[in-house]
């Protein structure tokens, strides 16, 4: 059973950074990917559905979605057990909770790695408030 816990949320001005951690524990690995997975950030306003925002597979290929490209940056220490994400040119609509999540994703990558669907596991969620 994997564990997922996110870090690193908080609040900042317009146009601060922010750096999201999560901790990726009890994992049960992929045979196909060699132990890494498909690994995902996404979030969640109120009264708004869970976007998914960036993404990286088992061959470290990365996917952003337009409302971050450029100013997100995704990565995956595999040795740590970690999944980063760099927040910088925040805005207020970035205001959510942010999730992480994982799926062993068997083939090393999955069809559609901005939807939520994809991921079996998931992380408690932490906030980040971006004011104007």
């Known amino acids: 059973q994997g564990q997922l816990m996110e870090s690193g949320g908080g609040s900042v001005q317009d146009g601060g950074s922010l750096r999201l951690s999560c901790t990726i524990s009890?994992?049960?690995?992929?045979?196909?990917?060699?132990?890494?997975?498909?690994m995902a950030w996404f979030r969640q306003a109120p009264g708004k559905e869970r976007e998914g925002i960036a993404t990286i597979d088992a061959e470290a290929t990365t996917t952003y979605a337009d409302s971050v490209k450029g100013r997100f940056t995704i990565s995956q220490d595999n040795d740590k057990g970690t999944l980063d994400l760099q927040m910088n040119n925040l805005k207020a609509e970035d205001t959510a909770m942010y999730y992480c999540?994982?799926?062993?994703?068997?083939?090393?990558?999955?069809?559609?790695?901005?939807?939520?669907?994809?991921?079996?596991?998931w992380g408690q969620g932490t906030q980040v408030t971006v004011s104007s």
């Open positions: 999540a994982a799926d062993p994703c068997s083939m090393g990558w999955v069809p559609s790695p901005l939807d939520f669907k994809e991921y079996r596991y």
């Open positions: 009890g994992y049960t690995h992929s045979r196909y990917t060699g132990g890494r997975n498909c």
